[in-house]
């Protein structure tokens, strides 16, 4: 039985008015799951597929919480480096194009200077048949070091892909070992998280129809699906510091449980002084909503919605999903769409989100009265 017809009917409205193909909402209290359901289709194009719960979608820049910010964290756990430390330490290249004094503070929380995005992968792209490498890679990170600021460093938080990228370079380097093995061997094998992975190009091992269908890319001439969304990570081979990630609903919510078990002292991967650090706003640029990797509730207009509450922290992704944590509830919202299938162009997803979340954070306070 459905406890919460309200909330499905929301979902089925949802699809038949094609804000998004499919949808899958998953959301918890107290490491309690109250809901857990999917709607929809995993595809429409080339031909139409259910979506399940065991669906693997194309998480985006989800890819910036579970994977580069939650390396960093096991990387200062093991104090292979510090908040403070200057980028330029571990690429010294930035100290030859004015980027010297960018911290690894100032690229997670978003005031490196850097832009939000390039569009590098249109520089190494050579048609329907390119096959990115580690050369193409490479390649990427240059053009992020040659990149000019558009700000003076830490005066200003501009949301940026580019410097993420960074971080994966960083990571890398202190790691010894690429970012999509580290973050498997030290956070998604640890936490039994079996259907969380990056898929470095080509990957023809995997089926198609595991996955939700993104878009059908114009430059790739194809459905994309099973394959990174991403221009610029597809570029660098399927595996990049801002998005590369691919994930269930269930596994992200061992993650997203495993960071409130922390928080309580119950961890079993993260140090609890350490992810304190990462979950508070970071505060030193006036009016942005960002802690060290994750982002919180802003005031107006929050795909989180009106409810969650002070402390909360959360993070969206272009191709449709998100995850919102209410730390002091302990509350979980976890929802994930193929809203960019067939086409990028679908914007509706944008003021549905909020309208769900609120919809079910309603839903749980009327519990407490009930």
């Known amino acids: 039985m459905d406890s919460y017809p309200n909330i499905t009917d ?146 200003d938080s501009k949301y940026s892909d580019l410097g993420f990228i960074l971080l994966q370079e960083i990571i890398e380097t202190v790691a010894n070992m690429s970012l999509d093995r580290f973050c498997h061997e030290t956070i998604f094998k640890p936490l039994g998280m079996e259907k969380t992975f990056f898929v470095p190009l080509p990957d023809k091992s995997r089926k198609k129809e595991e996955f939700a269908a993104t878009e059908d890319c114009p430059w790739r001439k194809r459905v994309l699906r099973g394959e990174v969304h991403d221009d610029n990570a597809y570029a660098m081979g399927g595996v990049a510091g801002h998005a590369g990630l691919f994930a269930t609903g269930e596994d992200i919510y061992v993650f997203a449980k495993e960071v409130l078990d922390t928080l309580k002292g119950k961890g079993r991967l993260f140090l609890k002084e350490i992810l304190e650090e990462f979950v508070k706003r970071e505060g030193s640029v006036e009016g942005s909503t960002m802690a060290l990797g994750w982002d919180t509730p802003s005031r107006v207009f929050s795909t989180s919605g009106k409810y969650f509450s002070e402390g909360s922290i959360g993070h969206t992704g272009f191709t449709g999903v998100s995850l919102w944590i209410d730390i002091k509830r302990e509350i979980i919202i976890i929802l994930l769409s193929n809203r960019v299938h067939p086409s990028r162009e679908n914007e509706a997803f944008n003021r549905f989100r909020p309208y769900i979340h609120d919809t079910v954070m309603e839903e749980l306070l009327k519990e407490d009265h009930g």
């Open 10 to 155: 929301i979902l089925t409205r949802g699809r038949k008015s094609e804000t998004f193909p499919g949808i899958f909402l998953l959301f918890a209290r107290k490491g309690d799951i109250r809901y857990k359901k999917a709607v929809g289709s995993a595809s429409l194009i080339p031909c139409e597929s259910e979506l399940t719960e065991d669906t693997i979608f194309d998480i985006a820049s989800l890819t910036k919480v579970m994977a580069t910010t939650s390396a960093l964290m096991m990387l200062v756990k093991e104090k292979s480096i510090g908040l403070k430390e200057k980028a330029s330490c571990f690429i010294p290249s930035l100290e030859d194009h004015g980027k010297g004094e960018i911290t690894i503070r100032h690229l997670l929380c978003h005031s490196s200077g850097l832009p939000a995005w390039r569009p590098f992968y249109q520089k190494i792209n050579k048609g329907k048949d390119f096959i990115p490498d580690l050369k193409t890679k490479d390649m990427v990170y240059k053009l992020v070091h040659q990149e000019p600021l558009i700000y003076p460093v830490g005066e």
